[in-house]
């Protein structure tokens, strides 16, 4: 069945402009998403309803990201929401990590429950209870789980998207054989969240590995991506954990191995959430609203029709229609605006809002042309003949989601300083932001001085893909030799 | 990347066969699932965790319902894990309802909450409270959104699958501006979960009211569907509800007519949950384990190899990977078994557990031959040419769905009496149980005395698809005029 004609009759326009990026970013990002209704505020402290055209962004990052994880041999499973308080304290770091920012089911059923149920901030701890159960033997390896569902974590400072008490994610979970086993995996996934970020967010990430005090509360190494939003802050995009075999001890997962011996498993986990959202708005957008990526726009084309007359508007209807069904079965995602009473201006006003990232303009005199004007999300208006026009369609969708990806390097190595002084990461951070490269000790008085005195934290040391060519020598703080290059900036 | 060749090694065979339906049917369930490894007791009081056989069939119907819900024009949203407690209670009949049931959080960030937090049993409230907000006038009706989520209902005697404390499922909530297209919108949800039902899970359903002791707390009106299980016991598999304006008043959702009056919306509400996994194997499991309809199988064909020497096994494997990679292509999902060391007499035993409808079995010969061996999981085994094989398996598949279908609605049809007398019922609720069509004067004395002194409870009255060609004169208990017919059954 078709689409009701009028989908979108319960969207009025909102007239007032967007604050300026410039202006007030913070102030921009919260006017975009609730103009573009990808999400709203709630009712529920902290918590944010995610509105159909944000949703479906998420679906669309899900199916991607769902076949990657599947092409590589992971399965989906599902784990209770609740969590006994005890399994959270059974390793130490983990529990110092989550357990202050916990919400705690203590009635259940009108009763006083004899342990309380903590709401899962991240599904370890009940995962390898389970794990203790199914693994017996080196046979039993690798388990290559993935969960989709929601977590809690309590905050106290919450934005849409980025911070919130709900939000959605995948967590990944494995457990292997060995130690370099589960490392390949990390690196796997690390690898898979890249190309993700790339190809679908034309978003561009540095990757690395955080530094101790960035590291997930239990792990023994964390990968992470580091994207750079408009305003110059990070944006930590996704993070991939080697766990040891910390977690497999606090649940005494063990294994025979192929000589008859006993150990404990080595494992991961690795996640990606709704905050990716808020990296899409941050990387794209722009002071009149989103700009979507094609590849994950729940819309790739809007078509508005444009008449004079209930004659005209009768062949320009049924072409209109006629036109989204053709690109529809090419399989181009095709919205029509249909809304009576309401100018085209308007329309184009609000559909540039939501970011969609092509819009048709068909009237009589298109036509009678045979041609369509084509006008796109980034700039640009030009008329298209009929003839071949899927194509053209798909070319220009590619095309820009191509250059939206190259738009946002090219804005992230403008913000990025190479063999940074103290002095540059200084005035980096009192100044315009950025990713700031240097040499750094490893020593955590640096890195705290480095965050009291900056706001800038290690967002991590870059892997060989993106250190510097000539690595630095010095630290950039303490000037003692540099044990590893860095990359500092503020971030959400 | 291909799936590891050894998926599935942390499987051990376990060699005990299932209690046998007809001697506990109860205990061949729970079996079956855990043999099946759909499913596995947790931690948690009332959780389960849902394991990777057992996720991708859930997974399989939501792809299914979810384009069905999106052809229709509805759209995806979340809202949030939490509701306010006092949200619950204004709607009178919901909180009697729902209250008794909850689990609540009372901690957040390491705090006693001022307002205790309800764990969604259901999401009407919290999304009342956002369509207040969402919904002015005529022109932004009518909404139609569904949530794919997680909720939690605390029940005292759980089962796997069929009465969890947690449970993942879809809810839809529309809202309309007349009562006549929210009774539409409701039956149209009936009829998409009907064709699901017969369509991807073979399973035959009658649709129908319950009655008002039945219904929905806070609907107008709920429309079921029943199913009929092996043990003659009915399984409530789906309802759509039309709620009047019962939440539009509670939570003051009006919208300004098209003639410039105010009103409140009307609304319905709908959801199917993981129990469907329940109905499946419930409805064509038999004494070896699972029977999956093809259209929900994880895996629709697996491929055995047989071979004696190294020499055989080589020539072997590349053989099946061939012909894996050749009805992958074909879009037949299609697992492989290279276990080594185990007999292919183990490896049927294993797979026919879980349900897998065909298999396959390539050896020398075969190849020699230009055949291949296909088990059907219903029973029979027959060499097939490769020759036009992927059409030919096609066929099978297409042929193993209807016929379960068929086989499902000839057992049901076996276990039902129609124009049942009171001694009917009495009877088959004391033996063999199923479905008992007869007459009802409507009274709340005959059905609270049926269920006291039988067991068995009104499942629908049923709609004229399902209704007998001569309506039932008398009522089936007291013997008054029959104001409707209804299906009585003893139910999970």
Same mark, same amino acid.
């Given at each position: 069945m078709p689409l009701?004609?009028?989908p979108h009759r319960h969207l009025m326009a909102d007239t007032k402009a967007l604050t300026p990026?410039?202006?007030d970013f913070s102030a921009w990002y919260n006017e975009l998403i609730v103009r573009a209704e990808l999400a709203d505020y709630s009712p529920v402290r902290g918590c944010m309803v995610i509105r159909p055209n944000g949703y479906a962004i998420w679906e669309h990052m899900q199916r991607a990201l769902d076949d990657m994880f599947k092409a590589t041999g992971h399965q989906n499973a599902y784990f209770p929401l609740f969590i006994?308080?005890?399994f959270l304290a059974r390793e130490a770091e983990h529990v110092e990590g989550f357990a202050p920012e916990t919400a705690v089911v203590t009635r259940g059923g009108g009763k006083e429950l004899e342990e309380p149920l903590v709401v899962r901030p991240t599904s370890e701890t009940i995962i390898y209870a389970m794990f203790s159960k199914w693994i017996q033997?080196?046979?039993d390896l690798p388990v290559l789980i993935n969960q989709w569902a929601n977590v809690v974590r309590w905050e106290l400072?919450?934005?849409?998207?980025?911070?919130t008490t709900e939000f959605l994610w995948q967590e990944g979970h494995t457990a292997h054989a060995t130690v370099e086993e589960a490392e390949r995996e990390a690196l796997l996934i690390l690898g898979i969240y890249r190309s993700f970020m790339e190809e679908w967010m034309a978003m561009p990430v540095l990757t690395g590995r955080k530094s101790d005090s960035e590291r997930f509360a239990g792990a023994i190494h964390t990968y992470a991506l580091e994207a750079l939003m408009q305003d110059n802050k990070a944006l930590q995009a996704g993070t991939s954990h080697n766990l040891g075999q910390n977690?497999? $001890?606090a649940f005494d997962v063990t294994y025979q191995t192929a000589d008859g011996d006993l150990d404990h498993v080595w494992s991961t986990s690795w996640g990606v959430s709704t905050r990716l959202i808020g990296g899409v708005i941050m990387t794209h957008g722009d002071d009149r609203g989103l700009v979507c990526p094609p590849r994950l726009a729940q819309w790739q084309v809007v078509i508005v029709p444009i008449y004079r007359s209930d004659e005209e508007q009768a062949t320009v209807f049924e072409a209109v229609l006629a036109l989204q069904a053709t690109l529809r079965e090419a399989g181009i995602r095709t919205q029509v605006d249909l809304r009576e009473g309401m100018k085209p201006g308007a329309k184009y006003y609000e559909w540039e809002a939501r970011g969609v990232p092509l819009r048709l303009e068909l009237g009589p005199r298109d036509l009678a042309g045979g041609t369509v004007m084509c006008a796109k999300r980034?700039?640009? $208006?030009?008329?298209?003949p009929m003839e071949g026009l899927v194509e053209r369609i798909q070319r220009e969708l590619e095309t820009m989601q191509r250059e939206l990806f190259e738009a946002a390097l090219a804005r992230r190595e403008a913000a990025t300083i190479r063999r940074a002084t103290k002095q540059d990461l200084v005035d980096a951070m009192a100044g315009p932001g950025g990713f700031v490269f240097g040499g750094w000790c490893g020593g955590t008085t640096c890195e705290t001085e480095i965050k009291d005195q900056t706001k800038a934290t290690i967002r991590l040391l870059p892997d060989a893909d993106f250190q510097s060519p000539t690595p630095p020598e010095r630290c950039i703080w303490c000037d003692k030799p540099s044990l590893k290059e860095a990359v500092w900036a503020k971030a959400y």
């Open positions: 009701p004609l009028n990026r410039a202006q006994p308080e005890s033997s080196y046979r400072r919450t934005r849409l998207f980025l911070r977690f497999a $001890k980034t700039g640009g $208006k030009e008329s298209l």
